[in-house]
């Protein structure tokens, strides 16, 4: 019967008619025969039902179907028959949608802490192309369920052989253990082995992000890397010493034609980039100095605002988040600076630009910037010393707030807050936002935005119509918003603060 299934021509109607409970019964339960062809001719017809949704369901409610396929896995069988086995298990998991593992007991079997275990020992000791198939299996369910990913990141033993595999001669099994290394990383952070095994994985994930030629696996090593825990002094002592940041540096610089590169055109290049700048995150965000001055001389900062206009929503959060962290990593040395240059109006400039010789920040270009900042005059004017302004952010990041439906929006305001952090330079500072149009962009976040988009953007338009004048058109428009927003109570008191200092709402509303 399940040889004549197997060369059949199945259509819909042929379908329905096959979904019948008893006979899928039937057919699951061929597999518990001891005729090795009588459960090959099993699997191949159970291979070829689940292609259909409407059979996934039906396999699905039978209790014997997975445990029986689990058992073709556990004992002695065909290696072929295991992986072919292992493809149907990945298939009706890939199949499923999260609340299913939930109401299926199969599905909980497969979770189990015995299955995965098995999965992980023959992913070991499997040839190839077999291991290439429960790679497959241990992904799949590592999407869907965070049991797995759990039980695989406990398993040390595990996780120290996948990321021997990173140094394997077979690029097929490479690219699949990082594709399992990546999932269960995300959110949780990378499950590195014992050292000296930690320093091996963290220098061959490096080496396949700068020297691979394979664009998905320098993506995938780009993405673990951007996960690797924050906190260890030791990760970030073994980054230094690598060309990490010299290869996100080019990625960057090859996703924009004006570098001579070839374009993030088509999804690996645009993968590619958005995890480089993941992983770029991971030094600009670091509080190891060593790490920063690393950007600092790499001079990143003009491919990156380029990357404002031309990448990808995700692309350009990511952006947005870099030099949200370039900016108040030097925003508070930038202010003291300038204070103490306010104070002493008779310093030269080199005097000046030589206030803080060690620090080392990515910002200007590879001349001294000799024009003084609008926002924070020459206390910015170090080589190194970054600045929005300075750096021609200002504006890119404020178009970007058209992009109201993701998290652009938020993140490229929380880079335009750390302009007003300093409060001597406030007026200047909210001065630049409005001669860039900012007002208008900010509104449109007012408008359409997130909640908590809409958040940061009345602060900093609070802060604008403190420091700085705005023409009446986007005065009455403003008012119009800003009236609209207060039926939204999470805001409400923020939005009549800034309508009081607008001399719209009394001193003594209800609102307050």
């Known amino acids: 019967m399940a040889s004549a299934l197997i060369e059949m021509q199945l259509k819909e ?28 001719a099993c699997i191949k017809c159970v291979k070829k039902l689940i292609q259909y949704p409407k059979m996934v369901k039906r396999f699905l409610s039978d209790p014997a179907t997975i445990p029986l396929v689990l058992n073709v896995i556990s004992f002695r069988s065909d290696p072929i028959l295991k992986q072919e086995a292992a493809e149907i298990l990945a298939l009706l998991v890939q ?143 073994i980054l230094c010493k690598t060309e990490t940041l010299k290869a996100i540096h080019e990625v960057i610089c090859s996703s924009d034609e004006e570098f001579g590169g070839i374009g993030a055109h088509n999804n690996q290049d645009k993968s590619l980039l958005e995890n480089a700048l993941a992983a770029l995150l991971r030094f600009t965000g670091s509080s190891k100095p060593e790490l920063q001055n690393q950007v600092g001389k790499l001079e990143l900062y003009p491919a990156l605002v380029r990357v404002l206009s031309t990448g990808n929503s995700l692309a350009k959060q990511r952006t947005a988040t870099a030099l949200e962290h370039l900016s108040r990593s030097t925003s508070s040395l930038v202010s003291e600076a300038s204070i103490r240059v306010r104070h002493e109006d008779s ?54 707030l058209s992009d109201t439906n993701s998290g652009v929006a938020e993140a490229s305001l929380k880079a335009l807050e750390t302009l007003l952090e300093d409060h001597s330079t406030l007026s200047h500072a909210t001065a630049a936002i409005v001669e860039s149009q900012g007002v208008e962009a900010i509104l449109q976040v007012l408008e359409k935005g997130t909640l908590s988009a809409k958040t940061i953007a009345l602060d900093l338009f609070h802060k604008i119509v403190n420091h700085s004048r705005i023409s009446e058109p986007s005065f009455q428009r403003s008012e119009g918003i800003l009236i609209q927003l207060l039926h939204e109570d999470a805001i409400r008191k923020k939005v009549a603060l800034v309508l009081k200092q607008m001399k719209v709402l009394p001193e003594q509303s209800s609102y307050f």
Not at 139 to 157: C, G, P, W, Y
Not at 376 to 382: D, E, P, R
């Open 13 to 40: 109607n042929s379908i329905n008619d096959l979904k019948d409970k008893q006979f899928v019964h039937n057919l699951v339960h061929m597999l518990a025969a001891n005729a090795p062809a009588c459960k090959s």
């Open 347 to 400: 310093r030269s400039l080199f005097n000046t630009i030589n206030l803080f010789p060690n620090m080392s920040w990515c910002c200007s270009a590879s001349a001294e910037n000799k024009i003084s900042c609008p926002v924070h005059g020459i206390a910015c004017s170090q080589r190194h010393t970054f600045c929005l302004v300075k750096a021609d952010a200002v504006k890119p990041l404020l178009q970007t």
């Open 95 to 237: 199949a499923c949608k999260q609340p299913q593992f939930q109401i299926y007991q199969g599905l909980q079997e497969l979770q189990s802490e015995h299955s995965v275990g098995l999965f992980l020992q023959l992913v070991e000791k499997s040839e190839r192309e077999f291991k290439i198939q429960f790679l497959h299996l241990l992904i799949e369910l590592s999407n869907k369920s965070k049991t797995a990913q759990n039980l695989i990141r406990d398993n040390v033993d595990a996780v120290t052989h996948l990321f021997s595999c990173l140094d394997s001669n077979q690029p097929l099994v490479r690219r699949w253990t990082m594709k399992l290394i990546y999932c269960v990383s995300e959110g949780d952070g990378v499950p590195l082995p014992p050292s000296p095994g930690k320093e091996t994985a963290i220098n061959n994930l490096a080496s396949i992000l700068i020297c691979s030629p394979d664009f998905e696996e320098r993506s995938i090593a780009a993405g673990i890397i951007s996960q690797l825990p924050k906190d260890d002094i030791d990760v970030d002592e």
